[in-house]
């Protein structure tokens, strides 16, 4: 199993807050960004990376990305 970074994490938590306080379900996001829920649950929490659904993520739910990821080249850096 893969293991996540400190800074993932901490934005996995963000995220998850988030999401109560706006009361936004993973299937929401899904719909609100063209995915599926699947993928955004995935990326929530820390199964799957992928740099542009969680800066569009970020963008939906009004907070910071890693700095370590960014969404110009959908890849993580700085490994």
Known sequence: MKTLTKEYLEWS???KK???DKEMSNKKIAEE???SRQL???VI????ESSLAIARISRQLNISKPK???ENNCTRTGT
């Open 13 to 15: 938590k963000t995220a």
């Open 18 to 20: 988030a999401q109560i």
């Open 33 to 35: 960004l063209g995915y």
């Open 40 to 42: 955004v649950t995935a």
């Open 45 to 48: 929490n820390g199964r799957k």
């Open 68 to 70: 370590s990821f960014t």
